[in-house]
């Protein structure tokens, strides 16, 4: 890994950190409102795949050894793991990834396949976060939640907020990547 990519995911890193500090709604539910997803799409669609995703695993295992950057209490720590929401963090890595490697780097994307990708990611944070929860509670926890109530808790609140956090990563990722292309072709980049 060069070392712009590895600055680049550690930028990113921080970018997850204050997303989900900055916002941390919820209180009580079982999955807490943040801006994550919009900084996993960005990290996917910007930094590529590999960069994107491990800009996503340094935010995790910033967390995981104990630093509070994760948007619910206890907010860090290795015993997060044990969070029935932690499957999500996960997803995050796997999200970035996808994003990213659905779009070509370098290259100037058209709208409707940053957001083709983007939904791939969202798709992919969803098959890991809500398997994990439901696994958590019914075996870890020994609550009885069905799959249509995990559905109930963990998707339908969130989805509509996640499209549109999805939304503005994409006009985000499709400025900066003109920008980009911009600059390449002055030679700038």
Do not use: H, W
Not at 22 to 32: C, D, H, S, T
Not at 55 to 74: C, D, E, K, N, Q
Not at 150 to 156: D, G, L, Q, T, Y
């Amino acid at each position: 890994m060069k070392t712009r990519d590895m600055v680049l995911a550690a930028l990113f890193a921080a970018l997850a950190c204050v997303a989900a500090i900055i916002v941390r709604f919820g209180g009580a539910a079982m999955v807490p409102f943040s801006l994550l997803p919009l900084v996993v799409f960005l990290a996917g669609s910007l930094l590529g795949a590999r960069t994107g995703a491990m800009s996503m695993v340094v935010y995790i295992l910033l967390g995981l050894t104990g630093l509070p950057v994760f948007a619910a209490a206890p907010f860090g720590g290795f015993t997060y793991v044990l969070k029935p929401t932690f499957g999500f963090l996960l997803g995050f890595a796997g999200g970035a990834y996808i994003t990213g490697a659905m779009l070509r780097q370098n290259a100037q994307q058209s709208f409707l396949r940053i957001i083709l990708a983007m939904l791939a990611g969202l798709v992919v944070i969803y098959l890991v976060g809500l398997p994990y929860l439901y696994a958590m509670v019914n075996f870890y926890l020994g609550k009885a939640m069905p799959p249509a109530q995990v559905i109930k808790v963990a998707f339908i609140p969130y989805i509509g907020f996640d499209l549109i956090k999805l939304g503005i990563a994409a006009v985000i990722a499709k400025g900066v990547g003109n920008r980009l292309a911009s600059a390449r072709k002055e030679g700038g980049l």
